[in-house]
């Protein structure tokens, strides 16, 4: 079974220049989460989809991060413009269940970015 | 191809019974390994492990890494309904410019009164 796919795998980036992810999820999974993962911390929710349209962005810094999923199956993340402080992990995890996470989530590989 | 395996997949247990939750692992060049309690919309981070023989510890809940054996177990003493979650172990791997996360399956715990 194919699982959830992330691109790329590490990054580095300078200050205010622009990144961005890219996650293909399990096929027919229908939930999409992004998040992010500060080194030593447990992950931060920062988007959830649910097919093609956004269930919770509450805790989206919307000023720099955007996030789509346009078809319902391959989701992009962006950073524009990029801080030191956005140094993390980003995940992204599909399920096949809808709202509330009560079944089982998969997780992609994560992408390390570096900012300095 | 880097791999984490969990065992067992479930567990049912009765409250103040004591858990041990196992992950073994294959990967090149690793870094840490993760251990999270999933049961809302993110994973709350629980440990993470970098060195051989040192048992970490967070109330009723302990880990501790055997990197010559390249696996970590997870303990949960006297056990609350409370603690019923899928446990997730996630290994960090990769040398100079890479980087991998690789979670297992996950143990989904269920804790009865």
Redesign the interface.
Known sequence: EAGVAQSP??KIIEKRQSVAFWCNPISGHATL?W?QQIL??????LI?FQNNGVV?DSQLPKDRFSAERLKGVDSTLKIQPAKLEDSA?Y?CASSIGYG??DT????G????LTVV | EDKVVQSPLSLVVHEGDTVTLNCSYEVTNFRSLLW?K????????LF?LTSSGIEKKSGRLSSILDKKELFSILNITATQTGDSA?Y?C?VES?GA???????G??TKLSVIP
């Open positions: 795998r590490y989460y998040y030593g911390q447990g992950p931060k929710l959830q919770d992990v995940l509330v996470w089982e989530a998969f997780f590989q994560g992408t390390r | 999270y999933q049961e809302k919309k993110a994973p709350t981070f993470m899928i997730l996630a990769g410019g890479s980087y991998q996360l690789t979670f399956k996950g």
